[in-house]
C-alpha cells in the first residue's frame, strides 16, 4: 500500500455541515487560548471530537433486496413490533421495529436501509427527551420518511435526542433512493427507527452494535429463526 492510500485510509471525509461547527470550535480555542493557555489545548481537543463526529466514511452495502441495512451507526436498542407515527397515515397496526440509538460518537449520517421511491417525508415538532428511551419514538421531535419498497412501505424515522436539537434530511419526495444512500443527518445524539412490514425477520440484538450502511438489520423471505446471540 502506498504511502498516500495509507493517508486516505486514516482521515475520514467530514461531511461539509460540519465545516463551520470545526471553525467555530477552533475560532474559540483560539480566543479562549489568549486569556488562559490550558483552555486552547481543551479546546482544541473538542475541535478534534467535533471534526470527528461529522465524520463521513464511505461504506461497503450489500445490494440486495432480501436484505435490510442499518440506517446509521450506533447501538440497537430495540427490536420488536410497534406502532409507526400517526402522520404517514398507515394505521394503527403494528410493525417490527427496530431502532438504533447514536451516541456523541457515533457517526451520525444517516443512510437507505432499502431502495424503493420516497412517497412521502413528514416533520414533526416534539419534545428532546433522551433518544434511548421507548417514549422518545412518539414524543420527541422527528422527521420520518416513507421508502416504498419492493417489499411494501418501509417508513424510516429520524428522531432528535438530549442534546440534538437539528435534524436534516436532504431527501425529496417523490423521488427514487438506493439502498445505503446517505439522505441526513441528526445533531449531536439521537435515534433512527426503521419499521418493517410482515415477512421481515430481525438479524440483530438488542446491544449489539450496528454500522450503518453495512450491517444487515432484517432479511425478508427467510424462513429462518432470529438469531441466537451471547455476550462475551
Known sequence: MSLTDTIRKTFVPIHREGYPFIAGFAVASLVL???WEPLFWIGMLLTAWCAYFFRDPARVTPVDDRLV?????GAVSSVGPATPPAELGLGAGEMMRISIFMDVFSCHINRAPVRGRISLIEHRKGRFLNADLDKAS????RNSLVIESPHGPIPVVQIAGLVARR???WAEAPGEIAVGERFGLIRFGSRVDVYLPQGARPRVAVGQTAIGG???IAEFGSQEAPTLVRVS
Do not use: F, K
Open 33 to 35: 487560548g489568549l486569556i
Open 69 to 73: 441495512i442499518a440506517p446509521a451507526d
Open 138 to 141: 412518539s414524543e420527541n421531535e
Open 167 to 169: 435534524i436534516l434530511c
Open 214 to 216: 453495512e450491517t444487515v
